[in-house]
């Protein structure tokens, strides 16, 4: 979704812990039945139903990593995801536009509900 500008009283509203990776954070918020996600200041996980009430901030202002090299937000600056779907485990967008983190986790929760979902001819999960 973007970049967002956050304060002390909490755009996204619930911290959720500190973590290493964005999926590490949708599964969080995924167990809390939350519908948007953020991570800020490299690796702060908060989740909320609503998101964007301080407004969107230029995406270059979302430029500190995890430990794990993602991106994960920036000072008072939140990369915020949609979670979509049946509990997170559908995604509204083309899966190109997600990265192994995410495919790791959507094959999690696949396998969670007894879903293997594979693509032998390679399509990056346009099937």
């Known amino acids: 979704m973007g970049c ?10 619930d911290f ?11 599964k969080m918020a995924i167990a809390k039945d939350k519908k ?3 991570l800020q200041y490299g ?3 908060f ?12 995406a270059s202002a979302c430029n500190m990593h995890c430990s794990s090299g993602q991106v994960c ?4 600056r939140q990369n915020v995801y ?7 485990y559908f995604y509204s967008e083309p899966m190109d536009e997600y990265d192994e983190d995410d495919l790791d986790l959507y094959n999690e ?10 693509d032998p001819a390679g399509n990056d999960g346009h099937f």
Do not use: S
């Open 4 to 13: 967002y500008i956050d304060k002390p009283a909490r755009d996204l509203g």
């Open 16 to 26: 959720l812990g500190n973590v290493t990776t964005k999926a590490a954070c949708k």
């Open 36 to 38: 948007y996600y953020g």
């Open 43 to 45: 690796g702060q996980c």
């Open 47 to 58: 989740a909320g139903d609503t998101v964007g009430a301080y407004g969107k901030a230029a």
């Open 73 to 76: 937000g920036g000072t008072w």
């Open 82 to 88: 949609e979670v979509t779907g049946n509990n997170g």
């Open 109 to 118: 929760q696949a396998g969670d509900i007894g879903v293997n979902m594979t």
